[in-house]
């Protein structure tokens, strides 16, 4: 009997056979669709990755960013310079400087000037400084300025300045820190046309903008 057994396994029957097809071929679709399957996730992967530095490359290549300079000329004079660092151009809006300790600043510059990627534009503010001197002034300033890049409204970080003014003197004029952070977004192109639409329909309703009457 047990010899009858051994020779059965031994030599299997054609239907043995037949019946084992079928099972084999599930084994192999599961073992190459598992590997199908690994390789389909490491492309997505690959290809991701590959996007996200695309991304950042262009985002790093156009991006808006600004450096901004205060130098002195002459004891008498000081001059703000605006640099476009980047490729794209922008159209400056606002440019501010203020004493590092107040909120409000002290000389504001309300632009509509256009700026291309790797040229400057300039302004005096030697007067502005000057004023301070009334009281001997001693210590940090800051400047920022804001502008229209991509229909988008940036404004840049501070940057500070040490500055010492005496009487009619601009004795010491010398940058401390560059900004930390690139431009922020402060105001995207569809929300200020909101606005815009905003005021023509208070005017037209007769109210003052406010959502008051006249």
Same mark, same amino acid.
């Given at each position: 009997?047990?010899?009858?057994?051994?020779? &059965?396994?031994?030599?299997?029957?054609?239907? %043995?056979?037949?019946? +084992?097809? #079928?099972?084999?071929? %599930? +084994?192999?679709?599961?073992?190459?669709?598992?590997?199908?399957?690994?390789?389909?996730? /490491?492309?997505?992967?690959?290809?991701?990755? !590959?996007?996200?530095?695309?991304?950042?490359?262009?985002?790093?290549?156009?991006? #808006?960013?600004?450096? +901004?300079?205060?130098?002195?000329?002459?004891?008498?004079?000081?001059?703000?310079?605006?640099?476009?660092?980047?490729?794209?151009?922008?159209?400056? $809006?606002?440019?501010?400087?203020?004493?590092?300790?107040?909120?409000?600043?002290?000389?504001?510059? #309300?632009?509509?000037?256009?700026?291309?990627?790797?040229?400057?534009?300039?302004?005096?503010?030697?007067?502005?400084?000057?004023?301070?001197? !009334?009281?001997?002034? /001693?210590?940090?300033?800051?400047?920022?300025? %804001?502008?229209?890049?991509?229909?988008?409204?940036?404004?840049?970080? &501070?940057?500070?300045?040490?500055?010492?003014?005496?009487?009619?003197? +601009?004795?010491?004029?010398?940058?401390? %820190?560059?900004?930390?952070?690139?431009?922020?977004?402060?105001?995207?192109?569809?929300?200020?046309?909101?606005?815009?639409? $905003?005021?023509?329909?208070?005017?037209?309703?007769?109210?003052?903008?406010?959502?008051?009457?006249?």
């Amino acid at each position: 009997m047990l010899m009858r057994w051994i020779a &059965w396994i031994a030599r299997p029957s054609l239907q %043995t056979v037949i019946s +084992i097809i #079928p099972l084999l071929a %599930t +084994i192999v679709t599961t073992l190459v669709t598992v590997i199908l399957a690994r390789a389909t996730l /490491r492309y997505a992967a690959a290809t991701d990755k !590959s996007l996200e530095l695309a991304r950042e490359q262009f985002e790093r290549e156009w991006a #808006p960013e600004l450096h +901004i300079h205060i130098e002195r000329p002459s004891e008498e004079d000081a001059k703000v310079i605006i640099t476009n660092l980047a490729k794209s151009s922008v159209l400056l $809006q606002l440019v501010q400087i203020r004493k590092i300790h107040d909120a409000v600043p002290f000389a504001k510059y #309300p632009l509509n000037h256009p700026l291309v990627g790797g040229r400057s534009w300039m302004e005096d503010v030697g007067d502005r400084f000057l004023a301070l001197g !009334s009281q001997e002034f /001693r210590g940090t300033v800051a400047a920022s300025a %804001t502008f229209f890049c991509s229909g988008r409204l940036y404004r840049t970080d &501070w940057f500070r300045f040490e500055l010492e003014v005496s009487g009619r003197n +601009i004795l010491r004029l010398v940058p401390i %820190t560059a900004a930390a952070n690139r431009a922020r977004v402060l105001q995207t192109k569809v929300a200020e046309r909101a606005v815009r639409r $905003q005021v023509v329909v208070d005017v037209v309703a007769g109210s003052n903008g406010d959502g008051e009457g006249k």
